[in-house]
């Protein structure tokens, strides 16, 4: 085997390995981030009858619309990940270890380098997006939902946008990041900056706009949002500053500082031979510090995932174990997950609903909504009268064609257990999630494998730390 | 080859911007008063009792840290104003990241000399068979992240025979070099000689230095105590004459002092190591006959071959007092 690599070829190598397999491997990368979002819609469906149809109804509809929108936002954090777990070999780590030095000495051209790298990557990213997207769309064929094209060009535009976006800025950060380290997290910053961005430019209302989607032309629509015309000109700008600042600093040799040899008990300084002013460059500073804040980082946001689950868990054990006449109550107050369209709108569906807990002699006030207890089940409806002992009551809402007040009964007061007091609506999103599959294993087995493997994760990041 | 200049570097009366501060409070230039001549095609090892001083100077002749005092030429060119900018015509080697980990060996040189108008197939061949001549044929299909620092470095050193650069600047004293990698390093060093190119190299491995440098400088405590060549300082300064090798080596060292009056006796273990003190006698078959003729029979008993390890430390101990 001759080998004949060009440095555009050795730039679509994220491994050691060939180039052939590691197209392959982003293609198998992109088939799973379009089967990840593919589950993760039908999670999300699950949750359709949360607060999440409210908040986020672009995701929850049966349309390829809203899978396709789950997939431009996933492949984003996806990619995120793919830049920091390959951050060396995607971005410009390169010229700080001198790579680019040994290249341009040995004939290459750096400008033609600038071209090749931002080129493989922009093809890379492009590749990986692409055939995610064609296998979501392929993937929502099986759920038959009504196919209507005019949204997926402009749906497709929007996702790979933000994605050279975010590649043209890492690369942009990563000529600036000194370390390895620093580069890593600026390319995870750099998401936050494009969510950011479209937030405050209004392109979130736009995007999730499945009218304005169907019309191409929206998105330049300046009137609405400004978000196309600041993306164009920072895509411009950092390109120009990429291949101006790459140039600039592969010009030089870069030192990296190293403690390590200086003689102990000694500081490095500068001397102005004119004026005998000092200046400390290099001290031989104690090793490990930084590595000490990244271990305790690490172990710190595992302890806090693990015993979050932990709470979640007990949290959803307390509130699934009341039974009628035995309610769990925290500090007097019920929490009681109301699964019932009767309330609304003063509580939907599945939300998470407080009730102070009464004693006998309360005074129950018409207009209360109360949790009662009648042939061994537990209901939640409104007092709209009563009498010396009995309460009468009904529910808020009705659906069409169904006779109002037709659900309205007498309860004895004693059946009353509670008072409505609240409701939070994204606790009870939670608990219906914690009782799905996926938020079982979420919950309550990957912090018991956590757990369980904690050395070996604990050994992994130290190794991590130290490459 | 075009003959280009003889003198490679010069160096007169350079100091260092950088001073030394002992515990924030007197303080020494790390480098003071170089004066080092470096011609063409020779093949330089640097040794210091300093890492961080040799490693100064070799950035500095490599015009990537400015000096403070003195006069610094480069091939006859003069040092550009604007330092660490990159010159053509030096190849420096500060680390061993250089490679790229997703490619092995051989194909990294492949990559790396791609811009040589070498026919591919040819260039391949040779340069696998060169990687065999030199003793690394084993690391040839070796993934680059599976190297150790010091076998990347010497993968980096092949790759700058490579380049055009006449001179190159192999900066890593704080390498520990094992005798594979002495050896190829060496070989390597005669390839860049033999291409009229020079070789700067650092190192604390007095071996590195006798196998594979031609010329060596020394330096202690900021200034240079030796240059010159390599056999010059050994037969200079390792004084050491003949090597007995006995159990007894101690309890000897005491009857043959009277036997050797002109010579310094000194036992370590089981070794007993004659150095010559300026004695008329300073043949080892006069010693030999001394020794046989006083009925001392040793196990074994060797002449010093010179080493380079030897004379630096003679050197060192000759600039303490």
Known sequence: MIYKNSYFKKELRQAYTENKISTNRKIAFAVFLGLFSFALYFVFQTLQESVLSDVVPEIMQPSFFSTIYLYIHIVIAFIISYFILYYDYLFFAEIRKNSWYLLIQMGYNPVIMFFSKLFALMYSVILIYTVGFIVTIILTFLLKYTFILAYLPTLYLVGLADLLLITILSMTFSLYAKTVLNGRYWTFFTAVLVFVLKTALGQYPIISNRVYMQNFSTLFNLQLSGYWLVGSGIIITCGLICLFRSRNIAKYYNLAPDPDILPLDMELVEIDSITGKQKVISIKVKKGWRGRILDTVTTLLLIVFICVALAINVFIIVINASTPGQEVSIRGVIPFVFSSSTMEPEIEINDLTYFQKIDAQYQIEEGQIILFEENNLLYVERVVSKTDNQLIVDIDYYPPMSQIGAMKKSINRQAVHGLYSGRNRWLGALILFANTIVGRILFLLVPAVLLFYQGQVYRYFRKDKSI | ?321
């Open chain 2, 1 to 321: 080859m075009e003959h280009g200049p003889e003198n490679i570097v010069l160096m007169e009366n350079v100091s260092s911007v950088e001073h030394f501060l002992v515990n924030g409070g007197k303080s020494r230039r790390v480098l003071d008063d170089i004066n080092l001549v470096i011609n063409r095609a020779e093949k330089w090892g640097i040794k210091g009792t300093s890492v961080f001083e040799i490693k100064l100077l070799l950035e500095i002749i490599a015009n990537i840290r400015p000096y403070d005092k003195g006069k610094c030429v480069l091939i006859e060119r003069g040092m550009m104003r604007h330092k660490r900018v990159i010159l053509k015509h030096v190849f420096y080697i500060g680390s061993s990241d250089m490679l790229y980990n997703n490619m092995n060996v051989l194909e990294y040189l492949m990559f790396a000399t791609a811009k040589s108008k070498v026919n591919k197939v040819l260039l391949q061949e040779e340069i696998f068979e060169y990687l065999i001549e030199i003793g690394l044929g084993h690391l040839s299909l070796t993934p680059n992240h599976m190297l150790n620092r010091e076998e990347k470095a010497v993968i980096t050193l092949i790759a700058a025979a490579y380049s055009d650069s006449l001179i190159i600047v192999f900066n890593l004293p704080e390498y520990e070099w094992d005798e594979v990698l002495i050896k190829a390093v060496a070989e390597i060093a005669k390839f860049i000689r033999k291409q009229e190119k020079t070789l700067i190299l650092s190192t604390q491995n007095s071996l590195m230095i006798e196998k594979a440098c031609s010329h060596t400088a020394i330096i202690k405590d900021g200034r240079l105590i030796y240059s010159g060549s390599v056999e010059n300082l050994r037969m200079t300064y390792d004084k050491i004459e003949v090597i007995i090798r006995d159990r007894t080596a101690k309890s000897m060292l005491e009857k043959l002092n009277g036997i050797l009056p002109g010579y310094n006796l000194v036992a370590k273990e089981d070794r007993l190591f004659i150095r010559s003190e300026g004695s008329e006698f300073n043949e080892p078959g006069e010693i030999h006959k001394k020794i046989i003729e006083s009925g001392f029979i040793p196990d074994s008993i060797e002449i010093n071959p010179k080493t380079v390890e030897n004379a630096y430390e003679e050197l060192i101990l000759k600039n303490d007092l």
